[in-house]
T-cell receptor
Framework: DADVTQTPRNRITKTGKRIMLECSQT?????MYWYRQDPGLGLQLIYYSFDVKDINKGEISDGYSVSRQAQAKFSLSLESAIPNQTALYFC??????????????FGPGTRLTVL | SQQGEEDPQALSIQEGENATMNCSYK?????LQWYRQNSGRGLVHLIL?????REKHSGRLRVTLDTSKKSSSLLITASRAADTASYFCATDAGGSNYKLTFGKGTLLTVNP
């Protein structure tokens, strides 16, 4: 089974709808991240969480919110979806590396289309 | 904002040839990582090089880091069709508020 799972894998929705993307991990990592990827671009950080009580905004948090329900679960919400939020969304985890740079492990992605 | 910028944006080679991709970054880093992404899939970590290292090897991969020029290169030797993917560099500045900043990637196509 995959260590980092995302649901749904694909979603088509309409402008103004509320959407929740979910991420679960079995790696036991404290740190979790949400990124979006647009065609031809790298990943942009939306939100990140270093533990259940810690939530931080990334580069592009406007229009998004998150919830860290447990160590293993980190969900991303679009309260009122708009077409320019059409993108590929990735969840990632890392173990914090004890002060050293740590590797991030990515989920398979959710392809979101907002009409 | 993107910290890393990969060069070239796209690279097409024949199987068996070597592929070299470059990454330049703007501010001081703690470490630099390279990731691979197959089309539409999640990124997979390839290799990490620390700021006090100059070269690192892993199988057919060789990474160099020149902190004075704020640049890194990824060399894939004896490429295979299965190496076709996008390759991203990612940097972090260390510290307690650790996070990665990704470049835009190089799309590598290896033709059989």
């Amino acid at each position: 089974d995959a260590d980092v799972t995302q649901t749904p894998r694909n979603r088509i929705t309409k402008t103004g709808k509320r959407i929740m993307l979910e991420c679960s991990q079995t790696k036991g990592h404290d740190r979790m991240y949400w990124y979006r990827q647009d065609p031809g671009l790298g990943l942009q950080l939306i939100y990140y969480s270093f533990d259940v009580k810690d939530i931080n905004k990334g580069e592009i948090s406007d229009g998004y919110s998150v919830s860290r329900q447990a160590q293993a679960k980190f969900s991303l919400s679009l309260e009122s979806a708009i077409p320019n939020q059409t993108a590929l969304y990735f969840c990632a985890t890392s173990d914090g590396g004890q002060g050293e740079s740590d590797t991030q492990y990515f989920g398979p992605g959710t392809r979101l289309t907002v009409l | 904002s993107q910290q890393g910028e990969e060069d070239p944006q796209a690279l097409s080679i024949q199987e068996g040839e070597n592929a070299t991709m470059n990454c330049s970054y703007k501010t001081s880093i703690n470490n630099l990582q390279w990731y691979r992404q197959n089309s539409g899939r999640g990124l997979v970590h390839l290799i990490l090089i620390r700021s006090n290292e100059r070269e690192k090897h892993s199988g057919r991969l060789r990474v160099t880091l020149d902190t004075s020029k704020k640049s890194s290169s990824l060399l894939i030797t004896a490429s295979r069709a299965a190496d076709t993917a996008s390759y991203f560099c990612a940097t972090d500045a260390g510290g307690s508020n650790y996070k990665l900043t990704f470049g835009k990637g190089t799309l590598l196509t290896v033709n059989p």
